[in-house]
């Protein structure tokens, strides 16, 4: 399983989106293993332009797994916000929450931002 980052559902969701980051996110939702969470369920729905948007959202919402943010995320959020600005970084907080969400319930991260690169290696 992999949790999939607004930014490569975004490439999905938008026309001119990188041909090899949509053919990715849609094996993984073919096959089974895209999930998602809350902060990347809601950076989607702030940026939803149409109804055909919408009506994508809600099908996700039927049909994706989410991983749940728990206070153990929050805890290893924290934790790596601190370790990232030890490192003399910074990174959105939001980007921080789904990078640790994605190693709490131990999953890969799927994303097209490079926060996400950086934020992985700590």
Do not use: Y
């Not at 096959?31 to 998602?36: K, Q, R």
């Not at 729905?45 to 919402?61: I, K, S, T, Y």
């Not at 916000?81 to 921080?96: E, Y």
Request: glycine content about 6%; proline content about 4%.
């Amino acid at each position: 399983m992999r949790l999939v980052d607004s930014s490569a559902w975004v490439h999905c969701l938008r026309r001119g989106g990188d041909p090899k980051v949509i053919d990715h996110v849609r094996r993984l939702v073919e096959s089974g293993d895209a999930a998602w969470c809350s902060p990347v369920r809601l950076e989607l729905w702030n940026g939803v332009g149409n109804d055909g948007d919408r009506r994508v959202l809600r099908e996700f919402e039927q049909t994706l797994p989410e991983l749940p943010i728990t206070d153990a995320v929050w805890t290893e959020a924290c934790a790596l916000a601190d370790r990232c600005r030890k490192a003399g970084k910074t990174a959105p907080a939001i980007d921080v929450l789904i990078a640790a969400c994605a190693r709490h319930h131990g999953v890969e991260l799927e994303h097209a931002d490079r926060h996400f690169d950086f934020l992985m290696t700590l």
